[in-house]
């Protein structure tokens, strides 16, 4: 059974930074893409970073480009999303995603497994 346990989030100033980790287990890491999503209060689930099998192939939100970067480590299989300059519109609760493919998508409806969530708040 697959298992994504996220973890790092927490309260920070806006400018800060955070770094968000994902612990996979019950699956071939190696060979899946990973990604991240977000949900803000009121709002709807929407996509933040993603990356391929080949941990060159990443695909960004545009509102956090040259701010986030998603990497992974496979021989740990852990996922990390590293987020600087915040901003208190990134206050969210961030999700980890796996999807059976190697392609690093933004659709969500591609990921079928879901970690429980990290809350990040940033503040004014």
Request: aromatic letters at 10%; glycine letters at 8%; charged letters at 20%.
């Amino acid at each position: 059974q697959v298992q994504l346990v996220e973890s790092g989030g927490g309260l920070v100033q806006a400018g800060g930074s955070l770094r968000l980790s994902c612990a996979a287990s019950g699956l071939t890491f190696s060979v899946r893409a990973m990604a991240w999503f977000r949900q803000a209060p009121r709002k709807e689930r929407e996509f933040v970073a993603a990356i391929g099998r080949i941990a060159s192939t990443t695909n960004y939100a545009d509102s956090v480009k040259g701010r986030f970067t998603i990497s992974r480590d496979n021989a740990k299989n852990v996922v990390y999303l590293q987020m600087n300059s915040l901003k208190p519109e990134d206050t969210a609760v961030y999700y980890c995603a796996t999807r059976s493919g190697p392609i690093a998508t933004n659709a969500e409806s591609y990921f079928e497994s879901w970690g429980q969530g990290t809350q990040v708040t940033v503040s004014s």
